[in-house]
């Protein structure tokens, strides 16, 4: 197999090189390369997917599969497509749960037709997540049933670029009391960035196209066991406070950012844990324990690692809480 990865040097583009790297496949990169360095043994085109000359260098080539991990915009996904139409037998591209009708106020079922976004949108044209919509259609519209789009759900492991899970272990290893936001029983829904790239190489070495919801199954952590991981893995002697939703939000901690992936009910998100995942799970989607990912991604981090200070993306705004603000709601808390 012959894949192509457009990005490739970031969070899950790394790990979809790697993989296939694993698999014995030859894996070409095709990025700025301003994110980091290659992963050993890929082929590194370097260009802008939003440059004509630069997708230039993809033409009269050949590729069993292409993943396509940062398309944010459709137009510009659409240029890409068109560059790769005679090119590759088939197209993963990385969209997100958050491209559906339904997520987050209410439960995500497998199907989801997608918000309304035509395929040539430019960046003006819709937020996050309908301009993701746009952007499957763009790829569906050229590539049909040689299309897997794959709507990720919260994604964490080594590597990491958005900072929810760093931030969590840096302040687990600082010790002392910590802030635990809301109820410890809210079930997550948490799926590791190596095992969505295997999924979506499964998909394209066993041909299964369609439309998938991948993310870990309803309840395969909580709030209370997965910061229990970070307390466990940092082995600095934290202590969780929990404080309810009301406290938090009478005190303006912004939710889903300030304390990561905390959402309290009310907010317009109370499904934000709530997406089915059977199709993928039938076409071989498999989830790994929530704390091996928090081990592995510490490990990561005590090696060198770390979230860049600046999110990748525009609409990301940056996460975790200031310390005095944690300090004053603890105080009050007691």
Known sequence: MHLLVIGGTSF????????????????????????GPDVDGVEALRGDRESAQDLAQLRGRSFDVVVDTCGFVPRVVGRSVAALADSASSYVFVSSISATTTWPARPTPDGDPGQE????????????????????????????????????????????????LPWWLDRMARGDEVLAPGSPDVPMQLIDARDLAAFMLDCAENRRAGTYNVTGPRGNAAMSSWLGDCVAATAAGARLTWVDDDALLAHDVE????????????????????????????????????????????????????APDQPPHAHLPRHGIDPEKERRILAAAR
């Open 255 to 306: 939710p889903w950012t300030e304390l990561p992936l905390w959402m309290p009910k009310g907010q317009e998100a109370d499904h934000v844990w709530d997406a089915e995942t059977a199709a993928a799970e039938a076409a071989g989607l498999r989830c790994r324990p929530v704390t091996q990912t928090v081990l592995d991604t510490w490990a990561w981090m005590q090696a060198g690692g770390h």
């Open 117 to 164: 976004c035509p395929a040539d949108a430019g960046p003006d044209d819709g937020d996050y997540g309908r301009l993701k919509a746009g952007c499957e259609r763009s790829v569906t519209d050229v590539f049909g049933d040689r299309a897997s789009i794959v709507r990720a759900g919260l994604i964490l492991g080594p590597h990491e670029n958005v900072g929810r």
């Open 12 to 35: 899950l583009g790394r790990h979809t090189a790697a993989e296939a790297l694993g698999r014995g496949w030859a894996v070409t990169t095709f990025n700025r390369g301003r994110t």
